[in-house]
DNA sequence: CGGGCTTTGTAACCTAAGTCACTGTAGAAT
DNA sequence: ATTCTACAGTGACTTAGGTTACAAAGCCCG
């Protein structure tokens, strides 16, 4: 595991923290679509991504999703730091978007080396940083966009979490995730592939240029 | 000063904490409408409230506006300590809600606390975490609600803070908070009143059961 | 009192996006 | 090769909400 944890965060961890992390920590490796949390759930540790993306979802009362943001190496999830310290549920889900490789820290450890470790605390202060940040982003794309912009600025992202032009997903999973219906994606898919800007498929589309 | 300082956080910071508070905060009271922050500001104190409220506002690139949260007693912005420690530009707008009393600290002492005090290190966590929840619950009613529950929502929240049931905005400036357009809002509120959900009158209205 | 603001009400219209219903089709399964 | 199924394409229609335009109040102030 050392190795894994050098590569991703010897530069911003002391010397004294990353032995701790090797000593308290577990690799853990999830397949593409492994449900990592599920909203109502209690959080006993948090994760340190060292490879691979994962994708954060809500939901609302009636089951329509909504992807948030995704996670990527050398990130954390802040809202599991909120729910460990304030003991509350998960307020959302995380799916591995991608074969993905993560270092499980127990809950207890967070409190105490916040007390202990600068660069622990700039780490998780950065991590709130970062995902108020997101979440003003994701924000802004819904309250001031329309679907067609929203579209475009999804699959561009999708293709930079995931390395790849080729987006292998239904019309009805990427509706799912903008919360948006299949009918609607599949139309404006196609007036983007009458653009030429990508070129549809069953099951996947290319990217060839946004 | 250091008895609006009890009776707000008396409760939550050790006593070293609050006289160190008590030595190099400032208190500031401020007037309805009053801008404490603007979009691109550089931050070089945080605030702490006392008493009142202040919005706060997002903005996108055509200067259309969007009401975040409100933020009340014994509260502090999280975006400002965000800011503060990455050093970047605020994202957001802040507006004195109604007249304000806050003591501001500067931003130096924050991560000199953030080591030396327990409880400040709770305080800051805490605010990340309700301020997360916040733009949760904002991102669900823009994402999963239609204008005119979003109009409701609005209408309680505003209330609340304001602790007065006459809201007195003329409908212009309701249409802006919840980016919409003046004509939809009169609308929708007049539909309100023929559902005797509230009593309109020129440039406020009264909520009589929502 | 009578202009001259600002705010509100409303009708007519437009557009994005959601829904329904149906067809076509690629690819897997038999 | 034929059938079956999930996926994709499309027309017709509905609805929420935005836009334009204008009329009617309310209000300030000379």
Chains 1, 2 share one sequence.
Request: with cysteine.
């Amino acid at each position: 595991m050392l190795k894994e944890l050098q590569e991703s965060y010897g530069k911003i961890f002391e010397e004294g923290l990353m032995n701790e992390i090797n000593q308290v920590g577990t690799l853990k490796e999830v397949p593409e679509g492994f449900k990592l949390m599920e909203i109502g759930d209690y959080i006993k540790s948090m994760p340190l991504l060292i490879s691979g993306a994962i994708k954060i979802l809500r939901e609302d009362g009636d089951g329509d999703e909504l992807l948030l943001y995704y996670l990527e190496r050398g990130e954390t999830c802040s809202m599991t730091m909120t729910c460990c310290m304030g003991d509350s549920k998960s307020e959302i889900r995380a799916i591995a978007e991608t074969d993905t490789k993560l270092i499980m820290i127990p809950v207890a450890k967070m409190e105490e080396w916040t007390a202990k470790y600068k660069s622990w605390r700039n780490f998780v202060f950065d991590s709130y940083h970062t995902r108020l940040n997101e979440l003003l982003n994701t924000l802004d794309t819904i309250a001031f966009s329309k679907m067609d912009e929203r579209l475009i600025a999804y699959l561009k992202e999708k293709a930079r979490v995931n390395k790849s032009n080729s987006i292998h997903n239904t019309h009805q999973e990427i509706a799912y995730e903008l919360h948006s219906s299949r009918v609607v994606i599949s139309r404006l898919l196609k007036k983007l592939e009458r653009m030429g800007k990508i070129e549809l498929h069953r099951n996947y589309l290319k990217i060839l240029a946004l």
